[in-house]
């Protein structure tokens, strides 16, 4: 399958470009299972996204969203993904890593985070 790049994908490229993330970080982040795939995707060749990925998607964008909405966009909101926060769910641990980690539960108590500031 070659083509363009599904919306939903150019979308995630963005905030994955945005936030300087790895090959890996942006693998973790899709459920994606390797990074081949990752640059299939990137060039419009990918296998076709499941519901679950087109899930996670829809929530880091809208993460990616939140943050600018809050006053947090270009290098505040990078810092505020990469930094080490105190406060819950994260207990020391950067946003990126707590949502890499903890599946959809993380990425949903994230965007419930930032949406309640």
Do not use: N
Request: glycine share 12%.
């Amino acid at each position: 399958m070659s083509g363009a790049i599904p919306p939903a994908l150019q979308g995630f490229f963005r905030v994955a470009d945005a936030w300087e993330l790895s090959e890996i970080q942006q693998c973790k982040l899709l459920r994606c299972p390797s990074g081949a795939v990752l640059r299939r995707y990137r060039a419009g060749q990918g296998p076709r996204l499941t519901p679950a990925q087109q899930k996670r998607i829809q929530i880091v964008t809208g993460i990616h969203a939140a943050l600018a909405k809050s006053g947090m966009a270009g290098e505040r909101g990078f810092r505020w993904i990469h930094e080490p926060r105190r406060e819950a769910p994260f207990r020391g641990e950067t946003p990126v890593h707590y949502m890499m980690d903890g599946g959809v539960d993380a990425l949903v108590a994230v965007a419930h985070l930032l949406s309640g500031r």
